[in-house]
Every structure is written in C-alpha cells, then in structure tokens.
C-alpha cells in the first residue's frame, strides 16, 4: 500500500511537470526579426467573473484543440517586417505595435499567411482567457506588479515586450502593456456550457482583452473586456497571434 502511494505521488508529479512544461516553435519573418509562439494544450476552464455584469455568468468552456500563441505581444519589429511600416505613437523596435486597429490586424495577418511560414488569426475571446489565466482562477495569473505594466508602475508609456514575468504557461504580458485584440464580435455570455466558442454571430463591436499601460489594475483583470468598432486605433491597442496547428 505504501509502495502505491508513493508511485501515485510519483505520477502525479510527473503529469503536473509535463503540463508545466511549453513547447515553443521560432518562425523567421525576415530580416532576421523572429516571431516566437507557445504551444496551448486543450483542457478546460472557467471563463469570466462575478466582478462586472459583462462578465456574467462564469461558465465552463473546454478548449478542444491545440493552438500556437505569440508568447509576446506583436513588436514594431515585426509589424515593420511584415507591413513596412510603423503606425506607432511610441516608437521602439521591441514594444509593442499600437495604434493598429482590428482591420489593421487582419491586414497583417493576410500579408503573413502569404510568407508560407504558418496559418494564423487572432484569438478568440475564449482562447485569450483560457491562456491567460493559465491554469489560475483568480483575478491575475499571479502577482500583478510582476506580471505587469499598468498605470501604477509603467511611467505612461509601454515597455519592450517580455520584460516582466511570464504567467505560467510561459506568455508574457497577458496582463497591461498594451490591451489586445480578440478574433469575436462582442456579445454576452451564456451559461451554458461551451465547446470553442467563437463569440457572436454579429454585431458592431469587436472585443480587446488585458488591459494596458494606461489601464488600472481592475482593467487588467484576466477575466475584463472592452469592445469598439473594429476601426479603432489607439496608443494603448495591440494584438498578438494565434497560429493553428495542421
């Protein structure tokens, strides 16, 4: 009996380190400017909160399929690769590209399927929760100072992408810097249970996700979200990718 306690403690270890541990792929946009991604496993979780009526209700939704995720958000470097150009207000090779709407993004992302490097798009909402909370349940994916750039710390302005700490599933700046744009239309939630939820159907609004430099530390909550036209630009407003796995 003792002998299968300690197998089963063994084991259990064994998985918790296995999940701990990212696989990660580095793609070359050219020029030598590297766009790096983590593996996502499927699983499920948890997505929103009882904090905010827009939140509401918390419902469990399992992501079933694999995804690769910009483990930083999208640099100026590589938007320049990619678009020639910068739209940025606060200029800088690693911070991140602002400025840049939901159209704009897909733009880029057209241009960046056609290098033959990888299928990509934005999140989805669910996806960009389901990593960002990494396993967590609570308000920030850990200790917010560490993880973080936002309004109590980051001297208005944003910061080179990956300076702070990564959550636990190895992303960095999931939490402030620069708010991100997510694949959905806005809409409310259901309480259903959900499979890969895709968003609504329609509508005027397009999600963004994480808070910013600019942001308090309740906007940079895991579970907040704030929407617009899919026309704005800001010098808070980023994204970074998703490539699908074949």
């Not at 939704?61 to 470097?77: C, D, M, P």
């Not at 207000?89 to 960046?112: H, M, N, R, T």
């Not at 710390?153 to 190895?170: A, D, F, L």
């Not at 620069?178 to 890969?196: A, L």
Request: overall charge neutral; hydrophobic content about 35%; charged content about 20%.
């Amino acid at each position: 009996m003792k002998k299968f306690a300690v197998l089963l403690m063994v084991l259990t270890s064994l998985f918790f380190c296995s999940r701990g541990k990212s696989e990660e792929v580095s793609l070359d946009l050219g020029g030598g400017v590297m766009l790096d991604l983590v593996l996502i496993r499927p699983g499920k979780f948890l997505m929103g909160s009882e904090t905010a009526a827009d939140e509401k209700p918390v419902h469990e939704v399992t992501i079933s399929q694999r995804f690769y995720l910009g483990k930083y958000e999208v640099t100026q470097a590589q938007w320049e690769a990619v678009m020639g150009s910068n739209p940025s207000y606060i200029k800088g090779a690693s911070l991140p590209v602002e400025q840049v709407s939901w159209e704009d993004c897909q733009l880029f992302i057209e241009k960046l399927n056609g290098k033959g490097v990888g299928t990509f798009r934005l999140p989805t909402e669910a996806e960009w929760e389901y990593a960002c909370r990494a396993g967590t349940t609570g308000d920030y994916a850990g200790y917010l100072a560490e993880l973080a750039w936002y309004n109590a710390n980051s001297e208005s302005k944003t910061h080179p992408v990956g300076t702070k700490k990564p959550n636990p599933w190895g992303l960095y700046d999931m939490h402030g810097n620069v708010w991100e744009w997510c694949q959905d239309w806005y809409g409310t939630y259901s309480q259903e249970k959900q499979i890969d939820p895709k968003g609504a159907a329609g509508g005027s609004d397009r999600v963004f996700r994480g808070g910013s430099w600019y942001s308090s530390a309740y906007g940079c909550r895991s579970a907040s979200r704030l929407w617009f036209w899919p026309s704005l630009r800001s010098f808070s407003l980023g994204f970074r990718l998703v490539r699908t796995v074949p």
